[in-house]
């Protein structure tokens, strides 16, 4: 039993290194994917915004007496 645990403890210090550099990655793509997602959000809110602010200038230049 003696020798199992001694085989055991060397695989698991052998994936211990792999599993933290796993976790890294997963931190660091998902940190990228998020700002991503925030980034088309802004721009399509920016977008909106300035859809409307034409949209707003095309009204009055259509109407300048009101």
């Known amino acids: 039993m ?3 645990w001694d085989q055991a403890w060397l695989i698991i ?3 211990l ?3 933290g550099f ?3 990655c ?3 793509v998902r940190a990228i994917f998020n700002a991503d997602r925030n980034e088309r959000k802004a ?3 920016w977008e909106r915004s300035q859809r409307q602010e034409q949209a707003t ?3 009055e230049s259509n109407h300048p007496g009101r």
């Open 2 to 4: 003696n020798d199992f």
């Open 13 to 15: 210090a052998g994936l």
């Open 17 to 19: 290194p792999f599993l």
């Open 57 to 59: 200038d095309s009204t």
């Open 26 to 28: 997963y931190v660091i």
């Open 43 to 45: 721009q399509l809110e």
């Open 22 to 24: 796993l976790v890294v």
